[in-house]
């Protein structure tokens, strides 16, 4: 029952403002008013409505404001302008950019002022009486009634085009503009830096191969054997095996042990399995229990890497001595070969 009876009163709104707004359409056509409205019947709430500008080209912008005060516990719905445009007959070619919007700008003493905005536009020059808006207030309570105002005369002219001088003209042809000095410096200093980076690269590359540094100085490396003890030193103060790091300790022994013989004897052992390295070191003048040695730790290390094996503690003990064993008696038969020959 409730919602029958709010629904008449919108239906009564809606009605009343028909009414009206066919009232004022004909008074703007200077036929008999359907329905007229006296000045005490504007609503009082209405403190001001105005648009931002009097007058506008065709396709401008222009802003709609009407500010309204009401009580703070009173509701207001506005229907969509663009649909009031449509229903309107007077001949406002005016069309809706954006809708009403509503804010409150402020609340003192139980009263809030309220202000409704809209963006319009027109194509069309004319004259226009913009139509009232519909500003329901508490559209659900049986008090309802909505807001009436005079609403602004909006402007739209067009650009007068003077044709009385108009000559038609030919068609130009294309302008040539010479070149300037700001268009060429950057490909100038593109060229520079392309050919600059190019030098460095150049500089770059050929010193690299000559194992020199970017300023020609010869880059001195350590000896192998120095690279592996420094090497085997680092792994045994990292106490891996001590830390249950058996598979992390030998990978790092090996991989050394394979670096030296590669700078050693030009053996490419990093790429080869353990056996293939003692193949190919089967012929170098190396003493038979290093060679052993050696043989043994690799066979340890890939049963440790690849077989889970845990060794004991006196074979990891021994693996860096073996190493270290290994390079420094190696190092000496070098030498001793380097006496021999000179």
Same mark, same amino acid.
């Given at each position: 029952m409730i919602m029958c009876k709010k629904s008449y009163i919108v239906f009564l709104s809606v009605l009343f403002w028909t009414l009206f707004a066919e009232g004022v359409r004909a008074q703007q056509q200077n036929q008999l008013p359907v329905f007229q409205f006296q000045p005490e019947e504007k609503s009082e709430q209405v403190k001001s409505t105005a648009i931002s500008k009097d007058?506008?080209?065709?396709?401008?912008?222009?802003?709609?404001?009407?500010?309204?005060?009401?009580?703070?516990?009173?509701?207001?719905?506005?229907?969509?302008?663009a649909g009031v445009l449509q229903r309107d007959t007077s001949g406002v070619k005016v069309e809706v950019v954006a809708d009403f919007k509503l804010d409150?700008?402020?609340?003192?003493?139980?009263?809030?002022?309220?202000?409704?905005?809209?963006?319009?536009?027109?194509?069309?020059?004319?004259?226009?009486?913009?139509?009232?808006?519909?500003?329901?207030?508490?559209?659900?309570?049986?008090?309802?009634?909505a807001l009436i105002f005079d609403t602004?005369?909006?402007?739209?002219? $067009?650009?007068?085009? =003077? @044709?009385?001088?108009?000559?038609?003209?030919?068609?130009? *042809?294309?302008?040539?503009?010479?070149? %300037?000095?700001?268009?060429?410096?950057?490909?100038?200093?593109?060229?520079?830096?392309?050919?600059?980076?190019?030098?460095?690269?150049?500089?770059?590359?050929?010193?690299?191969?000559e194992n020199r540094d970017f300023f020609g100085r010869p880059i001195v490396q350590d000896p192998p054997h120095i690279i592996a003890l420094r090497e085997l030193d680092r792994i045994r103060s990292q106490k891996l095996?001590?830390?249950?790091?058996?598979?992390?300790?030998? $990978?790092?022994?090996? =991989? @050394?042990?394979?670096?030296?013989?590669?700078?050693?004897? *030009?053996?490419?052992?990093?790429?080869? %399995?353990?056996?293939?390295?003692?193949?190919?070191?089967?012929?170098?003048?190396?003493?038979?229990?290093?060679?052993n040695d050696l043989d043994e730790l690799f066979k340890v290390a890939d049963l440790v890497k690849f077989a889970k094996y845990v060794p004991?503690?006196?074979?990891?003990?021994?693996a860096i001595p073996s190493a270290v064993r290994f390079v420094n008696s190696t190092f000496m038969q070098e030498l001793e070969g380097e006496k021999e020959v000179n």
């Open positions: 007058s506008i080209l065709i396709g401008d912008q222009v802003v709609w404001s009407t500010r309204f005060e009401l009580a703070e516990q009173d509701s207001v719905m506005i229907l969509p302008y409150t700008l402020s609340l003192k003493k139980g009263m809030k002022e309220l202000e409704a905005k809209v963006l319009l536009t027109s194509f069309d020059s004319g004259s226009y009486k913009l139509p009232l808006p519909l500003f329901i207030v508490n559209p659900q309570s049986e008090d309802t009634y602004p005369v909006l402007e739209v002219n $067009t650009i007068q085009v =003077d @044709t009385t001088g108009f000559v038609p003209l030919d068609i130009k *042809g294309q302008i040539k503009y010479p070149i %300037t000095f700001g268009e060429v410096i950057p490909w100038v200093l593109l060229g520079l830096f392309v050919v600059a980076l190019g030098y460095l690269l150049y500089r770059y590359i050929k010193y690299r191969r095996w001590q830390n249950g790091k058996e598979k992390q300790y030998y $990978t790092g022994i090996t =991989d @050394t042990l394979r670096a030296y013989i590669e700078g050693r004897y *030009g053996v490419n052992a990093m790429e080869k %399995t353990s056996s293939e390295i003692m193949e190919s070191l089967s012929d170098k003048n190396i003493d038979k229990k290093l060679y004991a503690t006196g074979e990891n003990e021994e």
